[in-house]
């Protein structure tokens, strides 16, 4: 299993960013996906979640109205669309494997990548 | 929101026994699992559902949830083991992490 993140950077306040999650080393659409955050020298914090095949998706608190994930089964690929970026989103972001197709209830982050760093900061 | 409390730190000897704790209210009612960091990588999975260890994890790690309380414990608990633990449940349609425990193995 690997887990390949992309697209983090140094970006300003207020502007957008795409994050991706190149997988591989299994079959992508048996699995939902997640996205998870730590801001430097801080904890972990979900993001979101992604069943399957897209048709379930959870945001963590006050995240929905900005960040949108996202995934192409035919690519092997897990997106994450944040919008009006704050200097509090600065953080790694990690993409996630759950061990099961649904998310909620009994998931579980079986798989991490290494992560991707992105700096809000003008 | 819901939360999950765990101990900023934790110490033991080698080859002793460390307890990690993690609370929240009528945690034994959900599944629990647990996460290792060490410093400057990536989470790992550890124990997933109160109990279940992946393949690959020693036996020296497991956990247990009920009531209120859910606990990681390391046997014999070995230098390689120092590094930042985490619990996480499932909220209703939320994912929520403990605030983390740091393991100091000294």
């Known amino acids: 299993v690997q887990l390949v993140e992309s697209g983090g950077g140094l970006v300003q306040p207020g502007r957008s960013l795409r994050l991706s999650c190149a997988a591989s080393g299994f079959t992508f659409d048996d699995f939902a996906m997640h996205w998870v955050r730590q801001a430097p020298g801080k904890g972990l914090e979900w993001v979101s979640g992604i069943s399957w095949n897209g048709g379930t998706i959870y945001y963590g608190d006050s995240l929905k109205d900005r960040f949108t994930i996202s995934r192409d089964n035919a690519k092997n690929s897990l997106y994450l669309q944040m919008n009006s970026l704050r200097t509090e989103d600065t953080a790694f972001y990690y993409c996630a494997r759950d061990i099961h197709g649904g998310v909620g209830g009994s998931g579980y982050f079986a798989s991490w990548g290494q992560g991707t760093l992105v700096t809000v900061s003008s | 929101s819901y939360e999950l409390t765990q101990p900023p730190s934790v110490s033991v000897s080698p080859g002793q026994t460390a307890i990690i704790t993690c609370s929240g209210d009528r945690l034994g009612g959900t599944y629990v699992c647990w996460y290792q960091q060490k410093a400057g990588q990536a989470p790992v999975g550890i124990i997933y559902?109160?109990?279940v260890r992946p393949s690959g994890v020693p036996e020296r790690f497991s956990g247990s949830n009920s009531g209120n309380t859910a606990t990681l414990t390391i046997s014999g608990t070995q230098p390689m083991d120092e590094a930042e633990y985490y619990c996480?449940?499932?909220?209703?349609?939320?994912?929520?992490f403990g605030g983390g425990t740091k393991l100091t193995v000294l």
């Open positions: 996480q449940a499932w909220d209703s349609t939320k994912v929520v």
């Open positions: 559902q109160d109990t």
